[in-house]
């Protein structure tokens, strides 16, 4: 069996040499393309990942009657900017909402979790949140995901926030600038891209600028995407997904949790499809009688509308501190 | 805690520094052992329990081995081999047993369910349990002398470079290491900071980053493979394997080299094979040696009549098959590499001294046949289920349909990637890795460095585990 090493001396002087070679190159390169990067626009940003989730969750982790955690889809992740929210209640904010997905499994998380004694507020996204699919427990991205952090080792953890960190520093670390978008790009067009239209804080607050597009296609889009998600919905569903529901806000409650009910407001072709599958007397009604919460619903507060963007369901980019601050309004007023 | 890991490389940082103190050579080796021990208690802190008792199993035992005779020695010898492989059965094959089972009964009409098994397989444990069996066994042979050590017994057993994924260390090679400190040279400082760049690049790099995802996009897929799919994503998985678990391995050897030990390689050049036997000496070498020494030659190896030679032969790779897994494809998987290497010793046995097959164009088409063969089984090894193999392989025999889950791109990635490492294990098979880098220049040695560093630091961030971690 051969050796890994000899015993013989490989020669000193050379990797000497050698090594302070490829050192010097490798400072040289990264930071040029680091200067490259930032000189197009590109910045260090996140990527709203698992990692980026779970490190979020772990903020819950300690017993805090005041955290404020948020669960939801898109539409709650967007909406709500939270810095703005931490800043105007005063609490720690925890942005716990998925893209396409229902905050059920988590809230199941949350109820199970004796540690967790704060707020939650829950964003209704009709097309999710009632999704037989998506919203039960061990279905769906929140499943998954909730289900890792219940498996993360500390060391898992360390790591985690360690590769979070460095992401934070370097440009070249974040998904805008990874050579799997810049370098096609480079190849296609002949220059380096700009900044992706998704921004995401290390807070899991996400802008996403949709200006470019084209206002009817966008919503016909979203509808469409809408249908495809309600295709298992029916209203025995509904009433078993509600009766669940009830079971986990009483869970909470019993800890000493204060739950709010948020419905985001919505136009143009998506409120139509949404009134249409979820009317408000079946469903919002429903769940009012039923659930042990507080309700929001952006029909009762006109303060809340005309932020959207051409999409006709998420808060346009750059609006969302100003919404974020008339919700918190709200939500103070309501006494959170 | 996996070695691509930004977690790792403070820790080993830390640990190398302790190691290089001015301290007495028994207090760098407990803080070897100390560093071990944290090293496999941070996947799951209860599981050390398991390396304890093994370690502690064969300490004993041993001892009892080496002084005592006749039956009482064979008896210690069970208790080595009933509580590794009693742990290993238990953790790796209970569900798949107990699953096995439940259907054996429902043929013959027994309404029996299998429970809802959730046994965490534990970190390494093969490799570990094989590792530290191996020592007792080789006591009772007299091939080992009995180590007084019980620091140096502890740290044979769970040296972190090589606890999780091998490669499986032999007690006779690694614990006269122990007996002196030998602290790292510069140039093993060198040579070392390079395997790991080297094992990185191919684990970050060519594994995760450019094979990965065109194996993904084939074997789950819900969408049913082409033939040329099918080729595609298993040439890449051939290439992702080799790249995972070779670069687990160089990593290993050069953290060794960091801290001043030799440990062997466990791959030399394996797809630059002629013929299967040839194969399994630079696949995954100290587990086929492993289960030569200890399984093969146990069972009387060749020194019986043929048939009963192939039938130890077989025996050796179905039971290797399954050392890899609890799942029927991996018992496959050894077996036909059982009838390859059977067949390949019955045309050798008629056809070997023929000068047809001596040339260089021969030898070049037996390497490829030999590759192609490979490739085949490794849908085996990685297909989801036996229907999804069934699928794949039928495809990719019958050539049927154009690509219909890859990309032309993802064609040519697999092509470069694969192609690149063709030409290299054919050219490296008769050459020594490390004669080959000791001769090359610094500045070449520099650039190479340079441009591996790089291309690891520019890679996508998402971390994924060594394929043999799941093992």
Known sequence: ?336 | MAFNSLIFLIFFAVVLCLHNLPLTWRAKKLNLLAASYVFYAAWNPPFILLLWISTLTDWYASRKIFTATGNTKRLYLVLSILVNLGMLGYFKYGAFIEENFAALLQLFGVAYVARDSSIILPLGISFYTFQSMSYSIDVYRGKQRLCESWLDFSLYVSFFPQLVAGPILRAGFFLKQLADDYPARVSQFGWGFALITVGMFEKVVLADGLLAPVVEKVYASSIEASGVDGWIGTMAFAGQIFFDFNGYSVIAVGLGCCLGFNLPWNFLSPYGAVGFADFWRRWHITLSTWLRDYLYVSMSGNRVSTARTFINLMLTMLIGGLWHGASWLFVLWGGVHGILLVGERLLRSHFGGSAMFQSSSATFLLGLITWLFICLTWVLFRAESPASAAHLLGAMLSLQGGASLVSMTDILQVALVVGALLVIHGTMRDRDFEQTARNLSWPLTGLILAAMLIAILLSPGEERAFIYFEF
């Open chain 1, 1 to 336: 069996m051969r050796s890994s090493t000899s015993n013989s001396d490989v020669g000193h002087r050379k990797w000497v040499r050698a090594w302070l070679l490829a050192a010097c190159l490798v400072v040289l390169v990264i930071a040029a393309w680091e200067g490259t990067l930032r000189q197009v626009g590109l910045e260090p940003e996140y990527s709203d990942n698992r990692a980026l989730w779970l490190s979020a969750r772990h903020r819950l982790s300690q017993p805090d009657e005041s955290v404020v955690a948020i669960l939801g889809a898109s539409r709650v992740q967007r909406a709500i900017d939270v810095a703005v929210l931490s800043e105007r209640t005063n609490r720690p904010v925890v942005q716990l909402a998925v893209e396409g997905s229902s905050g059920l499994p988590v809230l199941e998380n949350l109820a199970a979790d004796p540690r967790f004694r704060g707020t939650v507020i829950f964003s209704i996204a009709p097309a999710f949140s009632f999704n037989r699919r998506l919203s039960k427990v061990g279905k769906g991205p929140q499943a998954d995901w909730t289900s890792a952090y219940l498996q993360q080792s500390r060391s898992r953890r360390m790591e985690q926030e360690l590769r979070l960190f460095t992401q934070g520093l370097f440009a070249f670390r974040s998904a805008d600038g990874a050579i799997s978008r810049t370098i096609p790009a480079i190849i296609d067009a002949g220059k380096l891209p700009g900044p992706d239209y998704k921004t995401t804080q290390r807070n899991r607050f996400v802008s996403v600028d949709l200006s470019q597009l084209n206002r009817d296609n966008d919503q016909n889009d979203i509808v469409d995407m809408y249908r495809q998600n309600t295709e298992a919905y029916d209203q025995k569903g509904f009433a078993e997904i509600l009766h669940y529901f009830s079971t986990l806000v009483d869970i909470l409650k019993s800890k000493g949790c204060r739950v709010y009910v948020l419905r985001l407001p919505s136009e143009g072709l998506v409120l139509d499809y949404e009134r249409q599958l979820f009317p408000q007397d079946k469903f919002w009604k429903q769940m009012q009688r039923q659930l042990d919460a507080q309700f929001i619903h952006f029909e009762d507060y006109p303060e809340l509308e005309g932020y959207l963007s051409a999409d006709g369901s998420h808060v346009a980019a750059g609006k969302a501190s100003e919404f974020t601050g008339r919700l918190a309004s709200i939500l103070t007023a309501s006494g959170l």
